[in-house]
């Protein structure tokens, strides 16, 4: 956060915001980076028991389960389906650089 600003005064409540806002985005980084080390494991799994890392009906799940958990919570419906098939597609790749290692164990 750039605390030099030259748009806002020294004691506007935005950089009080900013910090928040700040904070909230390292703890997404740390989330996503978390679901990145589950994609690998899942990733693993998927290569001993043989599946693609493209499953389509799983892909369809996880979007219409993010579009169901976002409006209660006061996000966009379709803000939280585009970033979560961003999201799928980015981890299906990632799936797919782990499969194409060959079988783990």
């Known amino acids: 956060?750039?605390?030099?600003?030259?748009?806002?005064?020294?004691?506007?409540?935005?950089?009080?915001?900013?910090?928040?806002i700040d904070a909230l985005d390292a703890r997404l980084i740390a989330m996503l980076a978390e679901r990145s080390a589950l994609i690998d494991e899942a990733a693993r799994i998927k290569a001993r028991e043989g599946l693609p890392a493209r499953i389509d009906s799983r892909?369809?799940?996880?979007?219409?389960?993010?579009?169901?958990?976002a409006g209660p919570?006061?996000?966009?419906?379709?803000?939280?389906?585009?970033?979560?098939?961003?999201m799928m597609e980015h981890f299906i790749a990632q799936e797919d650089r782990v499969l194409s290692d060959g079988p783990h164990d």
């Not at 799940?61 to 169901?68: D, I, K, L, P």
């Not at 919570?73 to 961003?86: M, Y």
């Open 59 to 69: 892909v369809e799940e996880v979007a219409a389960n993010a579009r169901r958990l």
């Open 73 to 86: 919570a006061g996000l966009d419906p379709d803000l939280a389906e585009a970033l979560w098939r961003l």
């Open 1 to 20: 956060m750039s605390t030099s600003d030259p748009h806002l005064a020294p004691d506007s409540a935005m950089h009080d915001l900013r910090a928040r």
